[in-house]
T-cell receptor, first 109, second 115 residues
Framework: RKEVEQDPGPFNVPEGATVAFNCTYSNSASQSFFWYRQDCRKEPKLLMSVYSSGNEDGRFTAQLNRASQYISLLIRDSKLSDSATYLCVVRSTGNQFYFGTGTSLTVIP | GAGVSQSPRYKVAKRGQDVALRCDPISGHVSLFWYQQALGQGPEFLTYFQNEAQLDKSGLPSDRFFAERPEGSVSTLKIQRTQQEDSAVYLC?????????????FGPGTRLTVT
């Protein structure tokens, strides 16, 4: 079983839509959680860390559910510039970071 | 300030050649990671340094892969006798000098093609 699993999509949504991605992780002792964004042929860039209490940054909201071992990312009022691959990342008990395969999002005009 | 830089950006190697990939982390960052990213996949962990100490190399796929960070800043990932399956993007990331110990900042990667 993979450490981190994501639905690869693709998700094709119209501008202005709300879209949500989920990610599950297998190690209940995992310590830190993140969402990264990766544009085509570019490096991953940190979008946001995910805290137990949930956190929001503008149109983006991240939630962590430790009991069910999943992480979510909600994007409201989608923009064309949100089109990218979104990577779920989990830090295990050591310093190994596990990446999901990514969820592809295309926002359509 | 300067981010993570990697060189070369692109490398074409013939099967059996040795290659060396360089990473310059963000100044002052203690932790440095190497990842391998195949097409359509997420980055896969290769190895981790804290300063000059290589604390985890469990992700290195074979003994042909070797990484070092002798002075705790610049790191080199070396692949000996390259094989076609080594073709991938090699990403370097650093952390520990900014907003959070965990948050990693990636370089642009080296795209390795083995022919």
């Amino acid at each position: 079983r993979k450490e981190v699993e994501q639905d690869p999509g693709p998700f094709n949504v119209p501008e202005g839509a709300t879209v949500a991605f989920n990610c599950t992780y297998s190690n209940s002792a995992s310590q830190s959680f993140f969402w990264y964004r990766q544009d085509c042929r570019k490096e991953p860039k940190l979008l946001m860390s995910v805290y137990s209490s949930g956190n929001e940054d503008g149109r983006f909201t991240a939630q962590l559910n430790r009991a069910s071992q999943y992480i979510s990312l909600l994007i409201r009022d989608s923009k064309l510039s949100d089109s990218a691959t979104y990577l779920c990342v989990v830090r295990s008990t050591g310093n190994q970071f596990y990446f999901g395969t990514g969820t592809s999002l295309t926002v359509i005009p | 300030g300067a981010g993570v830089s990697q060189s070369p950006r692109y490398k074409v190697a013939k099967r059996g050649q040795d290659v060396a990939l360089r990473c310059d982390p963000i100044s002052g960052h203690v932790s440095l990671f190497w990842y391998q990213q195949a097409l359509g996949q997420g980055p896969e962990f290769l190895t981790y340094f804290q300063n000059e100490a290589q604390l985890d190399k469990s992700g290195l796929p074979s003994d042909r892969f070797f990484a070092e960070r002798p002075e705790g800043s610049v790191s080199t990932l070396k692949i000996q006798r390259t094989q076609q399956e080594d073709s991938a993007v090699y990403l370097c990331a650093s952390s520990g000098g900014g907003q959070g110990e965990d948050e990693q900042y990636f370089g642009p990667g080296t795209r390795l093609t083995v022919t």
